[in-house]
């Protein structure tokens, strides 16, 4: 079997205990416990601690560490200027629950600069990019010494198959295979994955080791559970049993492109895998902030080849692959015949218009057995939870159209929960005053619950004041699938309405920092909805509400059944 990257299998896990009861307590971020676990089980290896800065500047630099040895992407420990460190301590590394799992002996602690590790690993300083967008996140020193790792990060989710790299070895050498070709990708197993993994298999002669990541991906990928679970429906219906192994891989994924394609075969590597495929625009996260890819379609397969001898790991690119209709096959681009009808769905295509509208996904595009797990884990829009945020002035007619798209949302079976905003003061939010810091958490918290009954398939209407622009954009990135309705009435009309009396109290100084009076009111700029409620009946604005909320697939129209 081939040797794994740098001659031997680097395992850290020791059944020896430290006391970490007085130890200073760092608590991981995802990341880090991912590479944490590939540092432990020789995943990384010769990696065997977060690197130093000898080996974190030359890796940047020039894809090597200090020894020389190929390896492109950093492994560090980010840690920041707040958290005390002193060189020569003892500290506990732990989960976000409290449990150590390692122990690092400091040794280093150096400054970086985050911008020239994007430019230098990333190719881009560009926010659009995930990878740079984590590095502004994380804290601005790293920090390495000897690691003693006690346990791994716990996983309670397809536990028969997280496999070890010594774990896959030795499935690989259970088959008897002597080639094992490796794979990977960040969508669910569709027809043309499928097509490049058995060609690339038969083509070598080599055993097929399916080998998703589990750890981060991309903002907006499909979950690991889904695309684990399709990837057991492939493995169970349409490969031969002695012909694959199935495990996943907690990688923290960079998406570096062309560096990040390298540094998967030098960790297939370490798996057992004789060789790797490459495939378009390998861990690409897409578009920049100017609508042009982040890296070129090839340049992954380009440098991966370039490398390979020193690898070890033999390369095989493909291109990508589109199905010929009046063949009923898959074939590379490259090899289509002239004026040869061709067919593919991108994955824009699959979410929105096949998955958002309740649409079969045709099965020369993907197996019934996948489409059946997308399904499931992507119902309709109509089938999915929804916020709808009415935002205006006091006065502005919010209570009242909630109540009346209540009743029309119940009519056509949408379970609806009401979320006003004096409820809401009454209950959730007891105890916040009228200062901009207790506006601002007391949408939150309700934004905090309207993202969970969403998250669970119901339909919240919340009539809120929500005078601040950003805390309402902030909540509408929590809560997903978000409606946000201006509910525009002019100051003149909502004083008019003022059953309260909270407008003329406020007019006469006895109420402070009243929105519209001595608070500002921050119209939003593009709400999916505006209602003119000094113009406009109850009948008329409930009206614009379902029409948008129909457009946008929400609910059903009538021809739809």
């Avoid at 150096?110 to 590095?135: F, N, S």
């Avoid at 009923?328 to 929105?352: F, H, K, L, M």
């Avoid at 020369?364 to 709808?388: C, D, M």
């Avoid at 159209?401 to 979320?419: C, K, M, N, S, Y």
């Amino acid at each position: 079997m081939i040797e794994p990257y740098g001659g031997k299998l680097v395992s850290l896990l020791t059944s020896d205990a430290k006391d970490t009861r007085r130890m200073k307590r760092l608590t991981l971020g995802e990341r880090a416990a991912c590479d944490l676990e590939l540092l432990a089980t020789g995943g990384f290896s010769p990696l065997t601690t977060f690197m130093g800065k000898r080996d974190y500047e030359r890796v940047c630099a020039e894809m090597r560490l200090a020894d020389g040895t190929l390896w492109p992407i950093p492994v560090t420990l980010p840690v920041s200027r707040d958290f005390a460190l002193v060189e020569g301590e003892d500290v506990a590394l732990c989960d976000t629950v409290g449990n150590a799992l390692a122990v690092i002996n400091v040794r280093e602690i150096y400054d970086y600069d985050p911008v020239a590790e994007a430019r230098a690993v990333l190719g881009t300083t560009d926010e659009k990019h995930p990878g740079v967008q984590a590095l502004g996140r994380q804290g601005s020193r790293y920090v390495s010494g000897p690691l003693t790792v006690m346990q791994t990060p716990a996983h309670f989710d397809f536990t028969d198959l997280r496999l070890t790299p010594k774990d896959v070895r030795a499935a690989i050498a259970q088959r008897g295979w002597t080639k094992t070709v490796a794979f990977q990708t960040r969508n669910p197993l569709h027809r043309a994955h499928e097509e490049i993994t058995k060609r690339a298999a038969r083509e070598l002669g080599a055993g097929l080791l399916l080998h998703p990541t589990v750890g981060l991906t991309k903002p907006g990928d499909v979950d690991h559970y889904t695309r684990v679970r399709c990837y057991q429906a492939l493995a169970q219906h349409h490969y031969a049993a002695r012909e694959i192994v199935l495990g996943l891989l907690p990688l923290a994924m960079r998406m570096a492109g062309p560096r990040e394609a390298l540094w998967h075969a030098i960790i297939r590597r370490n798996h057992g895998a004789t060789h790797f495929i490459v495939g378009r625009d390998h861990a690409g996260p897409g578009n920049d902030s100017n609508g042009k890819p982040f890296y070129g379609p090839y340049a992954a397969q380009e440098l991966a080849l370039e490398h390979a001898k020193e690898l070890g790991v033999g390369i095989v690119p493909f291109q990508m692959m589109v199905y010929l209709p009046n063949k009923d096959t898959y074939v590379p681009v490259n090899e289509v015949p002239a004026g040869e009808p061709t067919a593919d769905i991108s994955g824009t295509q699959v979410r929105d218009d096949y998955l958002a509208k309740g649409r079969p996904l045709p099965t020369w595009f993907t197996r019934p057995e996948v489409a059946a797990v997308l399904a499931e884990t992507s119902p309709p829009k109509y089938a999915q939870g929804v916020t709808i945020w009415l935002t205006g002035l006091s006065g502005a007619g919010k209570s009242t159209i909630t109540h009346g798209l209540e009743q029309r949302l119940l009519a056509v079976g949408r379970d609806v929960t009401i979320l006003d905003g004096d409820e809401i003061r009454t209950h959730l939010s007891k105890g916040l005053g009228f200062s901009k810091e207790d506006r601002d958490a007391n949408i939150r918290r309700v934004g905090y619950v309207a993202s969970q009954i969403t998250r669970h398939g119901g339909t919240v209407i919340a009539a809120v004041i929500s005078p601040y622009k950003a805390v309402r954009d902030e909540v509408r990135k929590t809560v997903g699938n978000f409606i946000e309705v201006f509910v525009d009435a002019p100051l003149e009309v909502c004083e008019a309405r003022d059953v309260k009396g909270l407008y003329k109290k406020a007019r006469a100084g006895e109420l402070k920092g009243f929105t519209g009076i001595d608070d500002p009111y921050e119209a939003p700029v593009n709400p999916e909805v505006v209602v003119h409620t000094g113009q406009e009946t109850v009948r008329q604005s409930i009206d614009k509400i379902v029409d948008k909320l129909t457009a946008l697939g929400y609910l059903k129209k009538a021809s739809d059944g």
